[in-house]
């Protein structure tokens, strides 16, 4: 059974898990150095004084994914778009966790009025992209080379979803 709550203290191994193994193996983040306790603590942190939600999923109690959105961009023209993340375990891929976390984020997002959402995908990763189709995502464009991760260039593929 799969279940969406708000995340806790209790959450912030799991997350940092996840975080490091697709630092580590994926371009679907694109830092280099795996995230410590004290540095998940503060994006934590940043995120509960911000009022920006994190959210958990469950397997049969079990934390196995997380979800969140925060500013897209500083300046205050922006102030009604966010930009999204889902991580899920390895484990738990194929499994719909991806699918229950970004629909609940989008209840959420609507939910505080906000007029879109944002998704900053590594552009080779075609299965997020069509993921994020199936929700009524678009392509916004792609930012060709702008990281460098694994000794290669890589592309970014902006993707929107409009809410109201």
Not at 1 to 10: D, Q
Not at 26 to 37: F, R
Not at 118 to 130: E, L, P, Q
Request: glycine residues 10%; contains cysteine.
């Amino acid at each position: 059974m799969h279940t969406i709550r708000k995340a806790t203290a209790s959450d912030l191994g799991m997350i940092k898990d996840i975080t490091n193994h697709n630092i580590l193996h994926t371009t679907a983040n694109y830092d280099y150095e795996p995230k410590t306790d004290a540095e998940i603590a503060l994006w934590f942190a940043d995120k509960q004084n911000g009022g920006w939600p994190v959210i958990v999923a469950e397997e049969n109690g079990v934390p196995v994914g997380f979800a969140s959105y925060g500013t897209f961009r500083v300046k205050i023209g922006y102030k009604s778009t966010v930009e999204h993340s889902v991580y899920v375990s390895e484990e738990a891929h194929g499994k719909g966790i991806g699918r229950l976390l970004l629909s609940h984020l989008i209840n959420i997002c609507r939910e505080e009025g906000y007029h879109c959402m944002v998704g900053c995908i590594d552009a080779s990763n075609a299965g997020s992209i069509a993921f994020h189709k199936k929700f009524g995502f678009t392509e916004a464009g792609v930012l060709k080379e702008v990281a460098y991760k694994f000794d290669k260039w890589l592309d970014l593929q902006f993707m929107q979803l409009l809410l109201k």
